[in-house]
């Protein structure tokens, strides 16, 4: 019984030790601009975000939020910032400072003012018409030129 006890509780640290090691190469990745990068990293880091600290789902959340808004998944980008600041709560906990402004300023871009739940178009400072939306509502990236 011990020995089972002690395997559980190793493969537990080292669980937990994979998440924090693939949260910090998605934000690495981010940082770095490789954003189809981190959110591959994102996307299969969803599953353990409920498991997460708070400091460590806040982050998740930013990341995936904003990671999403830079690929132009807007109502993706609006349902994980709108996640993390949930998460930060007033403190702002495991947000920068900068990520926290960040933040706000991206979620009052998206928030919808309109009776739809869909954030609103938003046309690039290039010029380029907001992404495509598939029938099933989901989001693609803009075409790249």
């Known amino acids: 019984m011990a020995r089972a006890l002690i395997v559980l509780m190793a493969s537990l640290l ?34 353990d975000a409920p498991t997460m600290d708070d400091e460590s789902m806040a982050r998740y959340y930013y990341l995936r939020g904003r990671t999403e808004y830079l690929l132009g998944h807007r109502s993706n980008a609006l349902h994980y910032l709108a996640v993390a600041r949930e998460v930060a709560g007033d403190q702002g906990a495991g947000l920068r400072p900068e990520w926290r402004q960040q ?4 979620l009052e871009e998206l928030t919808p003012r309109t009776g739809t739940h869909r954030p609103p178009d938003a046309v690039t400072s290039g010029g380029e018409a907001p992404a495509a939306t598939t029938a099933g509502g989901d989001e693609s990236p803009p075409a790249s030129h």
């Open 14 to 47: 080292f669980g937990c030790a994979a998440v924090s090691d693939d949260l910090r190469r998605a934000e690495d990745a981010f940082n770095n601009n490789y954003y189809q990068d981190a959110l591959t990293w994102l996307v299969d880091l969803e599953d």
């Open 103 to 106: 933040m706000d300023r991206t």
